[in-house]
């Protein structure tokens, strides 16, 4: 529980310093790429190189965590139906929301801080699913919502922004290291594993700081069944699906964290890109990070860490 109360101060250090030290955007965009090009693959390429890949892969945990994706969204569509005069885009957000937390920037930090190199396989593995699947489908979908004046992306160049991800990248990369038995020279490691140290702390930094803290009260009628979906229908999801298949109660454990993540920072900056529905999704993602505080303590406080 400690662990979750400092995680959370560094997401709160990271909103001050952005209204405080520093208030120009572009240097907290600048955080933010060496974050997901340098910090957060140096943390996932060290990890997996060091890491047995004799262990049993969670496919239990991935079974429900892809269930709960699917739950998330069907279930937040049917809640949505109860919001008269919804636009198509609108409600799009609302399932891309539902079913994509934030697990690069809040969730792998939790359950490496929580339980250590442990937890680096399915913790991993559930960043590559939200990279491969989430990421995809909110560059097409928001995409084909955008502005007249803005071209939304080829099917081809969908395939690119998942296939030019760091992370994935990086845990081929260190699965290869991994299954190869080659020494790990501390020339090569030996900075990759300082720029690892740096990957959490900064993440949740600026995570914060990109925080968007606009809100209007009038987006709440159309957010609530996101958010209602992203911090309690997805993790009973999961939990429900989990219990069924047996998942090991720590896979279980894992994956019911990543689940209770808010929604993810990714959607906020991809509807910027695309002009769509950016004041709904500034109060998703403002909202479900403030209600995940309590969600995710629960969980944790359940789990007795």
């Not at 560094?10 to 974050?35: E, N, W």
């Not at 569509?77 to 934030?102: I, K």
Request: charged fraction near 10%; charge should be positive.
């Amino acid at each position: 529980m400690t662990n979750l109360v400092s995680l959370f101060i560094l997401v709160a250090v990271g909103a001050l310093l952005r209204r405080v030290a520093i208030p120009d955007a572009h240097q907290v965009r600048g955080l933010g790429l060496f974050v997901y090009y340098a910090a957060l693959p140096a943390l996932v390429a060290h990890k997996m190189a060091f890491l047995d890949l004799g262990v049993a892969m969670p496919w239990g945990m991935i079974a429900a965590y892809l269930a709960s994706m699917a739950g998330a969204v069907v279930l937040t569509y049917l809640l949505s139906l109860a919001v008269r005069g919804m636009a198509s885009d609108r409600r799009h957000v609302l399932l891309l929301a539902a079913m994509a937390p934030n697990v690069g920037y809040v969730g792998l930090p939790i359950v490496l801080s929580a339980f250590g190199d442990r937890a680096v396989l399915p913790g991993i593995i559930i960043v590559l699913i939200e990279n491969v699947i989430t990421v995809g489908a909110m560059t097409a979908v928001l995409g084909s919502h955008a502005r007249k004046d803005t071209h939304p992306p080829s099917a081809a160049q969908v395939a690119k922004t998942i296939a030019t991800s760091p992370l994935i990248a990086a845990s081929l990369i260190g699965t290869a290291i991994s299954l190869s038995g080659l020494p790990k020279p501390a020339l090569i490691f030996g900075p990759m594993e300082l720029l690892a140290q740096a990957a959490i702390p900064v993440a949740l930094i600026v995570l914060g700081a990109s925080l968007p803290l606009r809100w209007r009260l009038a987006d709440l009628a159309f957010a609530w069944p996101a958010m209602v979906g992203k911090l309690l229908l997805q993790p009973a999801v999961f939990l429900l699906v989990a219990l069924l298949l047996a998942v090991p109660e720590f896979d279980r454990t894992v994956g019911l964290i990543n689940v209770a993540c808010p929604a993810a920072i990714n959607l906020f900056l991809v509807s910027n890109r695309y002009q769509v529905q950016q004041d709904v999704v500034a109060t998703l993602v403002l909202m479900t990070t403030l209600g995940s505080v309590a969600t995710m303590t629960a969980l944790l406080w359940m789990a007795g860490l």
